[in-house]
């Protein structure tokens, strides 16, 4: 059944994927992917607060825009000043709306790595064989939406052995003249005994109009690979987003994620669903999100447990001002086959202002009986006993509120494995703190 017949969005969605200009020639080996990705959307429609994961996220406003679902503007000067981490060595990979832009771009030369534009991976073995085999098997309308109409996006893939030198830096850059609907798809592939770091950068171009962006990327993370992968969101306020990471593990691998939001875009809406499929895996999921004006964020993240002697370990902290809202609903599953599992899940929350709103639902759901989970959360205001005690001691007010923050937030940023990253966290934590 379709549920946004009123939708302007999907309504223009539907027709241009049945008058073809959506699922053209370009990728004629999709086309039966694509098809049966389209008709799983039209059943379902795009998402609404009926829905349980989507309680506190309502998409109408968003959906009601008028969109152009193509960028037809000619390729043009971006600033990616915004993006720019002091002290981060690494290769960057631009995407612009969501298309990979090779004049942007660095070529990584390092043996064993390949990088290519979606388009151009399609008929890539190792792409064939892990395409739409894990994020689709979601219930997430988004993802098939993705699978049935994106045109953009890239694919990176590491072989046997390599570790790469430096990080892969891919900043998602929005640059439209116009409302734009955007789509990418990517899609990372770590083959046995690899390790890399992978940063996330969005920003958003001055002067750049409204946009909406649905981005899937799916991970594959194989036997003894290692994944340090940071998301860093500081796009503009007229930029909104719509993210579902799907990561696919095998045995002794490691998959971490740093997932942090500033203000600035004014919707945010994260899925992080990491599925332990073999045994001896372990991933550590972190988060931080500092909120500002009528900003809103949510994170839902799903640990999926399967096989015995895994780990997992989550802590989300929220920091939020003004009128911004924050969501976090963090699933862990122990199935009945993971015995001898180790999982942690805690949710701190700090208000900052009397109309800020932190929603906050961590779940966890065991089935075997031989393991050790704890989960909790937290959401207080600020203390102002001990901004007393600091003020009391000769230091300004201003400055005593960052330091109280930055306490607040290290037990997260204390985590990060990139050090650059990590002051560079810091530095947009002390930036986006518009604390009066």
């Known amino acids: 059944m379709i549920t946004q017949v009123s939708s302007s969005l999907y309504q223009q969605i539907v027709a241009n994927f049945e008058e073809g200009l959506m699922v053209g020639a370009q990728v004629p080996s999709l086309d039966t992917v694509r098809k049966d990705a389209f008709e799983r959307f039209k059943r379902t429609g795009f998402p609404t ?62 043996h064993g790595v390949q990088v290519l534009p979606f388009l151009e991976a399609v008929n890539n073995p190792i792409f064939q064989k892990h395409f739409a085999q894990y994020a689709d098997k979601t219930d997430n309308p988004l993802v098939a939406l993705n699978t049935a109409s994106n045109k953009g996006g890239v694919f990176i893939s590491l072989s046997d052995g390599t570790v790469l030198s430096k990080a892969i830096q891919l900043v998602h850059i929005m640059a439209s003249s116009e409302t734009l609907f955007s789509q990418s798809r990517n899609l990372m592939v770590l083959s046995k005994n690899t390790k890399a770091q992978l940063v996330e950068s969005f920003i958003t171009s001055d002067g750049s109009a409204k946009s909406l962006s649905n981005n899937v990327s799916e991970i594959v993370v194989e036997e003894n690979a290692q994944l340090y992968h940071y998301y860093i969101q500081v796009a503009g306020e007229q930029s909104n987003f719509l993210n579902h990471i799907e990561v696919h593990q095998k045995k002794h691998s490691l998959y971490n994620n740093y997932n942090c939001s500033f203000p600035g875009a004014s919707f945010v809406r994260n899925n992080i669903n990491v599925r332990l499929d073999d045994s001896a895996v372990e991933s550590h999921l972190y988060g931080i999100v500092l909120g500002a004006r009528k900003q809103f964020v949510d994170n839902h993240t799903i640990v999926d447990h399967s096989m015995p002697h895994c780990e997992s370990y989550e802590w989300y902290k929220n920091i939020m001002q003004d009128e911004a809202t924050a969501v976090f609903n963090g699933k862990i599953f122990v199935q009945l086959d993971a015995q001898k599992t180790n999982a942690f899940q805690q949710n701190n929350n700090m208000l900052i202002g009397d109309k800020a709103v932190v929603y906050s639902k961590p779940q966890l759901e065991i089935f075997a009986d031989d393991v050790k989970c704890s989960h909790g959360c937290t ?45 560079y966290v810091d530095r947009l934590i002390e930036r986006g703190l518009n604390i009066a």
Do not use: C
């Open 49 to 110: 607060t009926k829905m349980e994961d989507w309680k506190y996220t309502n998409l109408q406003p968003l959906l009601n825009e008028s969109y152009m679902l193509e960028d037809t503007l000619p390729e043009r000067n971006v600033g990616l000043e915004d993006a720019v981490i002091s002290g981060l060595d690494a290769y960057r990979i631009v995407l612009v709306n969501g298309e990979y832009r090779a004049d942007l771009s660095d070529v990584i030369a390092e």
């Open 379 to 423: 959401i207080g205001q600020f203390d102002d006993d001990a901004l007393f005690y600091l003020r009391a001691r000769a230091i300004g007010e201003q400055q005593a509120r960052t330091l109280l923050v930055h306490a607040f937030a290290y037990d997260v940023t204390e985590k990060f494995d990139n050090s650059a990253v990590r002051d």
